[in-house]
């Protein structure tokens, strides 16, 4: 999802069309990270908010549970408060509605690693939460998610896999006692939009490309194919 | 499979056992990249040979459709020179079984891109192949998964989705004129082997780990859990 | 003739004069990359357009003729897309004649990487351009050195090197059908601009420095010098 | 010093208050390194000015005293030309006081580093000062901290340590003709300001926390603490 | 101390004396960190294992206390996991020697960390070391240092700052219920070993540099001066 | 000439031959720097002794005249100091020869930049010299460079470019007393070896290449040509 808002947030703020001398993208000389229009299709990159690619030293892998298990819930409260921050710095709509849906969602994740600990050792780590201190409930988009009460549920994303992680996903939400909810599957979503080429971008779609053709081909390979 | 065969590779070198005083990872010391070793349980990281990690720079996403089939396929092929040189710098046994499968199945890949560019331009592409020059066939590991076709299968590794790469992936291989098969879903693979903790990289089972409790737990809630 | 053109783009940005308290370099707070202002003398630098330096990663040799003629044909069309997308950024004539003139001459490399891996193949590589799709001539700027012929020179920049190159550089260009022209030597320039230096950046003039006794030392040497 | 100012160049330059919604922080969005503000609480970290992090790299220790000595002073001489650049880019009256004194104080380790090799070899290397050619004294806020002498002080910041270091810091100052001072000991300074918590950053504060037990516990102990 | 005994490691390893044609560095090309020999004097240099070198982005300052201390908490641990394997790697009584302290001495770190943690929420955080799960206790040379009390004991290495932490470090420790020592100034030290040069590093003792000289201006200066 | 060596060093290491069952590269796997096979067709790549890439930072262009002179007096004498640790860490005659060779030639480039700062400054800087304080005479396949007056001559590589240099480099050689000589032009070199492709590591010269339509061409266009 956080890609597809990202890429929600660079279209349109350059213009359309293929002649490039009325200069269509010349908004993004004042953009911060001009990555995202010079060295890619108006597109997410992986990257942080500096244009500075991760990096697999991100990747934390100690061999110990105890140890992956605080590093998770560690690394989960640092990005809970970086995005505090984006959140603290935006006003447009649209970023602000993606932040508060990360700060619900990243809240589950940092609870399930502080439950995960809990169950394994005996010590209440989920008392230690809110990290920082203020509440999702303060941020209104936030709040929004959590009277439907995402910040209960966690997903599994398959039928088959990940079912023990019940184990330690059970119980009542701290904040505000209401039961935990662990779902086998994945939550019912909305078709991420299938954005429209921009031509200024040349993206697919010039005189060479012919559509008829892979229609022609994928109809009688018996395909469903719209492009 | 590679992260599992550098598991395979990795485990089994250090020796068994909790006494740190009888140094049981020494042989450690004589390995080119010790951080499978000291920053991690003896598992794979997303790193290159060298131990250099890798980056979000190596991510190519340009937007225009044509030059990102031409960038995987030089990519694939790049690889390929690579693993020719590893193989040549091998002589351990599962070594040489990964890195045949590897030139396999990576030359599927390599194809794909090939075949896609020649849907798409007309220009025979696939007949640039094999770059570099040699063919898979003398590599006596390749040669054994070629002789199950393995060369000819692309995957969609989903009942459901990328089923119309199959635009793509037809006719016959060029190598030995043989069919093309496309396969909705994946292989038939053979289970990962689930590896047992190795207590001297402080892995899981110390004192205060309770295997019973967590069974208990999965009891209780009807899961079938064998820790 | 890059780095001259950033120089000309970024000197002139910034007041002239040696007093500091002035702040004559004010306006350099306002671009995105300071390090051509802080940390250089308000010249090119070897980075990318986000003030991240180059490395020795970005050579590729990998030993194989074909793949690297692969990888450079590749690399000239990605170095493609991002100048179209630059010159879709920016208005300043400088900038858009320093683009066009970068998307003919690079061009001019992908044909020519294009062309040996057809002599070399016999794939009709060449067939695949352009990539991406849009032609160098909706560019103004470019199309003004097209007019000129420059799209169908290679140059040798030397009398006695890359004879041999004419082997791929023959026959018609594919877009407009005239003949390709093979130079040995270079293109007749136009001097380099001699900037003065700019006192604000501490560059050469200070008191310690004496134009005259270099000239007096040239002069007894019989040296032509003008500083 | 230098991270006292910058933590004062960057507090108030948002809004104070705990409500998100109010945007805050809008005005870090026109910075041009919001990493002191994403991923930091308002306060210096350890990057250069383009938000690149510091690297154990810089560290050079060749182990061969001159060369270490002419490191040092390159070193000295090359911080110096960034410093005259960024004075001449800022306006405001913090910065340029934190530039000036930075001039006047890294024109004493330069010379330091000069007198070292000067004692060392015999070679007049103070002489080869100043580099760049301007003068600190064409730095307003320079010139008032050379008025108050502080070009011609070493301080041993201990009462112990660096004692020797007299052997080299004596003489007169070769721009003022004014004798040098080697002080054992450190500088009469001012007291760093206690900035409040800013609570849009999520600092202490929170409902958690309690300043009476924290007060409560250091007066059983006999501790003094004004939290 | 951890630089002085890498020093102690280094030297040594190679063979003294001026004559380079000897190769008295030949040992150092089996030696897996060359950098300690080609680009420093045989000395520590600020870099991991594997010779790449540390960065600012290592430093984790979040504007959090609760934060702040819940990441220097896990950074303790995961340092702690990685000496563990070092031990487990190395025969050298030296290296051993320096690992031993280093597990007791960052336990007292993570200990520290914890007990904050523990102050400050309430939560038992301490209740969940060791980890990982081995005490001390089986790294023999960590508890020849635990027999002399040091995993209990925290200085502030000065007489006047950091006097409340004693706020949180007091009660008993866990593993032996001996009561924690809070201790104004720095532990007794052994001094450390001032090693001659080493003349094949090219370290000071040429020709040019004349003691005497040195000496001569010191006794001037009334400053004790032994080189 | 170094990469020429570099190339030199790395053939022959790996056994020739086609049939990669043989592991013909077997002996790369006990090289510290495996990069150089792995990802290249062993030859010299721009990284250093670590693997590390060279970056565009190592590139230094401060805008001011002596400064910039200064950096590379350094530079040449730090890189002076690891070349003589590296002549200390080899027995190999063809690495001795060549860092022999570097030692004069670089010694050389660091009395121009010191020369260039006496003649702009009189301050006597070649009297620094050398730094580290040991005489190439020490190194004896520098030495034997030395009895062929290498080290006294600068060479332009033109016969049009960079005459003024020899403003600077005139008078006497410090060492030798003997006069510097100032060449125009290059030196008379050796042709660099043209060393057959290595067919283990995929070098041109499979199946696919056909010397002979080379030669076809390049003779009916009058280019002589001997692949």
Chains 1, 2, 3, 4, 5, 6 share one sequence.
Do not use: C
């Not at 508060?100 to 439950?115: D, E, I, P, Q, T």
Request: aromatic share 10%; no cysteine.
């Amino acid at each position: 999802m956080v890609s597809y808002t990202i890429n929600l947030l660079l279209t349109g703020t350059t213009k359309r069309g293929l002649d490039p001398s009325g200069a269509p993208m010349a908004s993004a000389t004042d953009m911060r990270n001009t990555r995202h229009f010079i060295a890619s299709g108006q597109s997410a990159l992986p990257m942080d908010s500096h244009g500075d690619f991760w990096t697999g030293a991100n990747v934390f892998n100690s061999g110990n549970l105890k140890l992956d298990l605080l590093h998770n819930f560690f690394l989960e409260l640092g990005a809970r408060a970086n995005k505090m921050r984006v959140y603290s710095m935006v006003d447009d709509p649209t970023a602000r509605e993606m932040v508060g849906y990360l700060l619900v969602r990243g809240g589950v994740h940092a609870m399930a690693y502080a439950k995960a600990l809990e169950t394994y050792t005996g010590v209440e780590v989920t008392k230690l939460l809110p990290i920082p201190d203020m509440s999702n409930e303060a941020f209104p988009e936030a709040k929004k998610f959590m009277e439907q009460g995402m910040h209960r549920k966690l997903y599994t994303f398959s039928q088959d896999d990940y079912r023990q992680a019940g184990i330690i996903w059970n119980g009542n939400h701290p904040e505000d006692g209401k039961p935990l909810e662990f779902i086998h599957g994945a939550m019912e979503g909305v078709p991420a939009p299938d954005l429209e080429p921009e031509p200024q971008l040349n993206a697919p779609g010039g005189e060479d490309f012919d559509p008829q053709m892979f229609s022609d081909i994928a109809r009688k390979m018996g395909i469903k194919y719209d492009y």
